[in-house]
């Protein structure tokens, strides 16, 4: 069942910080989890988060619990916690009206329970801003809208995004694994152009953020490493391109949703732009 585009908008982009935030922050329990039970990886990716569309949740890699593995995530539309097997939700934190410590104390008690190392005693390699809520129990009030919006700018896009790498098959060594990473919290694959991994090897990233210190909305992004030097080529619309913090072409949400089919504007886009960076790049 494809996603629903003009389902999207019903809260503005620009309104979604304070939910982006409380989310992003609830994501760091589960990147805990997994970074106490994986073995670590350079890319960081043992930490990343695959979107679930099935339970529409941000969800951690396979954790190796006693009687058969398991997985965390964070059910953004609810802000809750989530414990999964399969298809199956074998358990649900919801932060309304709870503490951000206290969601660590629940789901340090769900991995002893599997016998899982706990989360609470990893110290994370980046730093993300002060936690909105402090240490006061969460109130979301009325911010139901405006999680059920954010949850869709990562269903609807991880959806495209998916099957624009799948139009990359034949690609080598071609698009990774579609990854949500807690540190940014940035949801993307990462198109390599060459088989080597060292500073010079060509690549272009495909992705979405939920809307960061460069944009105060969610927005897509395209960006090639190495970063395009001299004259910069039109963009496919509705895009731009952004040179300063970062380099890449971008389309904001405001852009994406006043297309009239935007997640065909949204494909063509990306597309569009990922053809362009990998020509300038010569591959």
């Known amino acids: ?5 003009s389902k999207m908008g019903r ?20 990147a ?9 990886v350079p890319d960081e990716s043992h930490s990343a988060f695959n979107w679930d569309a099935s339970h529409a ?21 609810r802000l809750e916690l989530i414990v999964t097997s399969g298809s199956n939700v074998l358990d649900a934190f919801q932060l309304d009206g709870r503490t951000d410590a206290a969601a660590g104390t629940w789901i340090d008690s769900k991995l002893n329970a599997l ?20 240490n006061r129990p969460l109130a979301l009030g009325m911010m139901g809208r405006e ?4 949850s869709r700018w990562f269903g609807g896009p991880a959806e495209v995004l998916e099957e624009f790498a799948g139009r990359l098959a034949g690609l080598r060594p071609g698009p990774g694994p579609l990854l949500c990473w807690p540190h940014h919290f940035d949801m993307a694959t990462l198109v390599r152009l060459d088989a080597g991994a060292g500073e010079s090897a060509r690549s272009v990233g495909v992705g979405v953020s939920p809307g960061d210190e460069f944009y105060a909305q ?7 490493w190495p ?16 040179t300063e913090g970062f380099f890449g072409a971008v389309a904001t949400g405001e852009e994406i949703l006043a297309m009239k089919e935007r997640g065909k504007a949204f494909l063509a886009f990306i597309s569009g732009a990922f053809e362009i960076a990998r020509a300038r790049l010569g591959a």
């Open 1 to 5: 069942m494809r996603f629903d585009w």
């Open 11 to 30: 809260m503005p982009p620009a309104a979604l910080v304070e939910a982006r935030n409380l989310a992003h922050h609830a994501a760091q329990w589960p």
């Open 32 to 40: 805990k989890a997994a970074r106490a039970n994986l073995r670590a």
């Open 57 to 77: 949740a941000l969800i951690s890699q396979v954790l190796p619990a006693k009687g058969g593995g398991v997985r965390v995530g964070i059910r953004i539309a």
């Open 115 to 134: 016998g899982l190392k706990p989360a609470g005693s990893v110290k994370l390699p980046y730093a993300l801003p002060d936690h909105p809520a402090g």
């Open 147 to 150: 999680l059920g919006e954010l």
């Open 218 to 224: 969610p927005y897509a992004y395209v960006s090639p």
């Open 227 to 242: 970063r395009i030097e001299g004259s910069l080529p039109d963009l496919p619309p509705p895009g731009h391109w952004h």
